[in-house]
């Protein structure tokens, strides 16, 4: 490998971001046009990209012994040297080709979708930001650089999911995103702590190792499992921190499309199956992890059934998709994580993307209620987001059905916690997945059109730069479930043991998923192929039901009453009124006050007078001697 190869290849992301955003936005004029906005942009990510490439050949070459790069120390304290050095080995071999690859089109595809955007350079300068951030988090060799980039996608996520500011509704988004984050970092940070104090380091090689060692710590794995889980939480939008990740679609689609395919909301997965070593040891942990994993698919599933906008009902499914991939860690099957974490990032890219072609094509609307009959008008959108669609929902050979079979299997017969129920839950929210996913291909483009005359009189495909990256997505949506990812991961991530007794059941519960998927098809084809009909009934007869969906449980409302308001209360009541106006200004005020008074008193004394200045004189003089006479 060429020296400081690994370091190029994050440093190359924030190279377009400082071009762009110094020659583009920063410097009065706009220095540069569209044109480098564009090549800076889009180049130096694809550049990233193969240099990934080669240094997985290069991983290769060498018998898959990791590539370790040290950039630059960043601290000495005491004994302990605290470094900003970057790890390639299997798992970040392919988190790194995810993360360049999916996001190198991403940003291609954005030349187009934000072509007539006023703040086109800014845009790309945050997406080149958040690239780079990302590339820290899954390069990093310690939980310290981990944890930088991991507060940069944060950052980047924040000024990417507000960028159109002008409207409160989106700087709101932004905000709650950062704010719900920042909770689920609180329990990473304790988590750091507590390894620290035990371990005396922060690379997560180091940390696998200790827990895999014969002689493990003194320290309660679950316990720092837990506490690293609550960020990945946050990080990765589970159940009770997912309350951001819907909101987020207020940024423009491609954004939507970089941060829940393949970059930031897969990062608590990754976290996870990095430390795997730990987790490991961490029976309670890992329980939890799988519970609240296939709690927030079922969860999420249920709300994305009844959505209207285009765009959340594909947020919903998102967060539906990472409790699967937590359910896969929860049981062991951390390879099966990953791979379903690659396969969702094609197929959900594409379908974020296509999503983004619609709006397009519609000059922004995204109400699933005023669209339909779009198969004709624009052709290879459908095309592609069609088979996107089957593989999300599971249809074989398509890229979905095997990570997602995967998971159901091990989710049943794993020794590490697998089980009836969870299969169970696990298969229920396959067969909503199928069903709200191909809802959302009816509405969309089949059936009659439900569009506004003057607004289907201007639909048209998207340009090349857009629909070229959708054919590519769609492509690798249909063929990516054939790359052996959890193969290839498990001399670094073993699969975990099944149960010999329930080998027999494995072909059963194979049709079994195919079988769900195709009833998913079917339901759909039989409630919306018909038109708008059958649902409406549904929706009267189970009214109740579907106000709680649509609400999304009021989740957002119970938070604002039992966390939003009492803490403005608290904050009005007792920091505002009490302690600051009357504690801290009442004092201040007070102090103030008793001088004035003492002023006020004393002023009488300098009348100008010399006779009673004489009086005075001789007032003390008496006083002075009749003290002295009776002490005499």
Same mark, same amino acid.
């Given at each position: 490998?060429?020296p ?8 190359l992301?924030?190279?377009g ?7 583009? #936005?920063? =410097? ?5 046009? %569209? ?10 990510p694809? $550049?990233?990209?193969?240099l ?5 050949f290069?991983?290769q070459a060498?018998?898959?012994a990791p ?8 601290a ?14 299997? =798992?970040s ?7 360049t ?7 291609v595809?954005?030349v ?7 703040s ?8 080149n ?8 988090l899954v ?14 996608v ?16 989106? /700087?709101?988004?932004?905000? %709650?995103?950062f ?6 970092? /609180? ?13 005396? #380091? ?12 014969a002689?493990?710590?003194?320290? $309660? ?9 609550i960020g990945?939480?946050? %990080?990765?939008a589970?159940?009770p ?9 207020a ?21 996870v199956a990095?430390?795997?070593g730990?987790?490991?040891q ?11 994993g296939?709690?927030t /698919?079922f969860?999420?599933? #249920?709300i994305?059934?009844? !959505? ?6 594909? $947020? ?10 937590f ?5 062991? +099957?951390?390879?099966? *994580?990953i791979?379903?974490?690659? #396969?969702?990032?094609f197929? %959900? ?6 999503a983004?072609?619609?709006i397009h094509?519609?000059?922004?609307? !995204? ?9 004709r008008k624009i052709?290879v ?5 069609a088979?996107?669609? *089957?593989a ?8 979905g059905?095997?990570?997602k079979?995967e998971i159901?299997?091990?989710?049943f ?17 396959? =067969?909503?997945? *199928?069903f709200y ?17 003057k ?16 054919m ?13 990812v ?12 099944v ?15 195919i079988?769900i ?5 079917? +339901? ?8 708008t ?7 009267r007869?189970f ?11 009021f ?5 604002e ?18 302690g600051?106006?009357a ?8 102090? $103030?006050?008793?001088? !004035? ?9 300098q ?14 003089i ?9 002490h005499?």
């Amino acid at each position: 490998m060429g020296p400081d190869m690994l370091t190029l290849i994050v440093v190359l992301p924030l190279l377009g971001f400082l071009l762009n955003g110094v020659l583009a #936005t920063r =410097l009065s004029g706009n220095l540069v046009g %569209k044109g480098f906005v564009s090549v800076a942009g889009c180049a130096l990510p694809i $550049a990233s990209f193969l240099l990934v490439v080669k240094c997985f050949f290069d991983l290769q070459a060498g018998g898959y012994a990791p590539l370790v790069e040290t950039a630059y120390r960043w601290a000495l304290i005491g004994d302990s040297a605290f470094e900003i050095a970057f790890y390639f080995d299997r =798992l970040s071999a392919v988190m790194a080709l995810i993360v360049t690859g999916v996001g190198s089109v991403i940003h291609v595809y954005s030349v187009g979708y934000m072509a007539h955007d006023k703040s086109f350079g800014r845009f790309f300068a945050y997406l080149n930001l958040f690239l780079f951030f990302m590339l820290l988090l899954v390069l990093g060799r310690s939980l310290l650089v981990l944890f930088v980039g991991w507060e940069g996608v944060g950052l980047a996520s924040y000024l990417l999911i507000g960028f159109w500011f002008e409207e409160l509704a989106n /700087a709101r988004a932004g905000k %709650k995103a950062f704010v719900v984050n920042r909770i689920g970092d /609180a329990g990473f940070l304790l988590g750091m702590f507590v390894l620290y104090q035990a371990l005396g #380091t922060l690379d997560m090689d180091r940390i696998n190792a200790a827990f895999g060692s014969a002689t493990p710590p003194a320290l $309660a794995a679950s316990l720092v499992g837990v506490l690293l889980f609550i960020g990945a939480c946050g %990080k990765s939008a589970q159940i009770p921190l997912h309350v951001w990740l819907p909101d987020a679609m207020a940024g423009p689609t491609p954004v939507s499309a970089l941060i829940h395919a393949a970059t930031m909301v897969t990062a608590g997965v990754y976290l996870v199956a990095r430390l795997s070593g730990l987790y490991l040891q961490a029976a309670e942990a890992s329980a939890l992890i799988a519970v609240v994993g296939v709690a927030t /698919a079922f969860f999420a599933a #249920t709300i994305a059934v009844v !959505q209207t906008d285009i765009k959340k009902v594909l $947020a919903y499914s998102t967060v539906s998709q990472l409790g699967l991939m937590f359910l896969a860690l929860g049981v062991g +099957a951390y390879g099966v *994580a990953i791979f379903h974490l690659v #396969t969702h990032a094609f197929f %959900k890219a594409c379908l974020f993307l296509g999503a983004g072609s619609v709006i397009h094509a519609l000059g922004g609307e !995204q109400d699933l209620r005023k669209m339909g009959g779009l198969a004709r008008k624009i052709p290879v959108t459908f095309v592609t987001f069609a088979v996107a669609t *089957a593989a999300i929902a599971g249809i074989p050979p398509l890229a979905g059905f095997f990570s997602k079979d995967e998971i159901l299997w091990y989710a049943f017969a794993s020794t590490r916690g697998g089980s009836t129920l969870l299969w169970g839950v696990a298969a229920v929210t396959a =067969l909503m997945t *199928a069903f709200y996913m191909f809802r959302l291909l009816w509405l969309t483009f089949l059936g009659q059109s439900r569009m506004e005359a003057k607004v289907e009189a201007h639909v048209h495909e998207s340009p090349l730069s857009m629909t070229g990256v959708l054919m590519l997505l769609a492509l690798l949506s249909a063929v990516g479930g054939f790359v052996a990812v959890p193969h290839f991961l498990e001399p670094q991530l073993p699969l975990p043991k099944v149960h010999e007794a329930l080998h027999h059941v494995e072909l059963p519960l194979l049709l079994l998923s195919i079988v769900i998927a195709f009833a998913g098809l079917a +339901a759909a084809a039989y409630v919306y192929g018909a038109g708008t009909s059958r649902a409406e009934t549904l929706q009267r007869r189970f009214a109740a039901l579907h106000r709680w969906l649509s609400g999304k449980y009021f989740i957002d409302e119970l938070y604002e009453r039992c966390i939003g308001r009492p803490l403005l209360w608290v904050s009005d009541f007792v920091f505002l009124r009490l302690g600051d106006r009357a504690l801290l200004d009442g004092t201040l005020n007070g102090l $103030a006050a008793l001088g !004035q008074r003492g002023a006020g008193v004393l002023w009488r004394v300098q009348t100008g007078s010399l006779h009673l200045y004489a009086w005075l004189v001789l007032i003390g003089i008496v006083g002075a001697l009749l003290w002295s006479w009776r002490h005499v």
